[in-house]
């Protein structure tokens, strides 16, 4: 079994979804519906780890945890936007399944 602790941090205008914007991708990633029609995100330099709660991942992130965990692992595809200009950015929600003892992202932890 593999273990990879994550840790990240926050680099002057590297992009992230702050805490306030974090709620909807909770609820996103627990399969609910969010009452939050757009999430958006702070800064401009690109890092593999985008939200401050654990749940949002870069393409490059997602595709290295789904071959480390293989079928271990679910993400959900979603967009979030710049708060300054509404532009778009792919990212992809660590599906939450409180049953599978595989991962636990909440705490930044994945177990394969």
């Not at 009452?35 to 800064?43: A, F, P």
């Not at 290295?64 to 990212?91: A, R």
């Amino acid at each position: 079994m593999n273990y990879y602790l994550l840790r990240h941090n926050i680099d002057e205008n590297d992009i992230y979804v702050d805490i306030e914007q974090q709620g909807s991708l909770e609820l996103l990633s627990e399969g609910r519906i969010s009452k939050i029609s757009k999430t958006y995100y702070k800064g401009e330099n690109f890092t593999d780890y985008i939200s401050l709660g654990g749940f949002g991942v870069s393409y490059n992130a997602m595709s290295f945890f789904k071959k480390e965990c293989d079928e271990n692992v679910d993400f959900i595809p979603t967009v979030i936007y710049s708060k300054g200009t509404e532009e778009t950015l792919n990212i992809y929600l660590t599906k939450i399944n409180p049953e599978i003892d595989c991962w636990i992202m909440k705490n930044l932890i994945f177990l394969c």
